[in-house]
Nanobody
Framework: QVQLVESGGGLVQPGGSLRLSCAAS????????MGWYRQAPGKERELVAA???????NYADSVKGRFTISRDNAKKTVYLQMSSLKPEDTAVYYC????????????????WGQGTQVTVSS
């Protein structure tokens, strides 16, 4: 059983900062990668940032230079530090992980958190 739990969302003014956290728990053999997606009303879910277990990162062009993804492999936790927030960043942010569960072979499965709301507004 694998669960992802996000925290840290909220209401901030433009130019403000937030840090999102996502902790994975359960029977986990390996987490190949973790990342953050977001979905605004009426729009498709999009990748915001991702990080591999080795530390390689990938960012959407719209957030590059403003957001920083990091991880603590021992704690099975990924973070998204968001700075210089814009109204366009308003969305539900979902944690995603490619997880190899214990006792399930070596195939990775895609897991999603429940989502946390980020609202950037004056």
């Amino acid at each position: 059983q694998v669960q992802l739990v996000e925290s840290g969302g909220g209401l901030v003014q433009p130019g403000g900062s937030l840090r999102l956290s996502c902790a994975a728990s359960g029977s986990i053999f390996r987490i190949n990668a973790m990342g953050w997606y977001r979905q605004a009303p009426g729009k498709e879910r999009e990748l915001v940032a991702a990080i591999t277990i080795g530390g390689s990162t990938n960012y959407a062009d719209s957030v590059k230079g403003r957001f920083t993804i990091s991880r603590d492999n021992a704690k099975k936790t990924v973070y998204l530090q968001m700075s210089s927030l814009k109204p366009e960043d308003t969305a539900v942010y979902y944690c995603n992980a490619d997880v190899v569960p214990s006792g399930m072979g070596l195939v990775g499965w895609d897991y999603w958190g429940q989502g946390t709301q980020v609202t950037v507004s004056s």
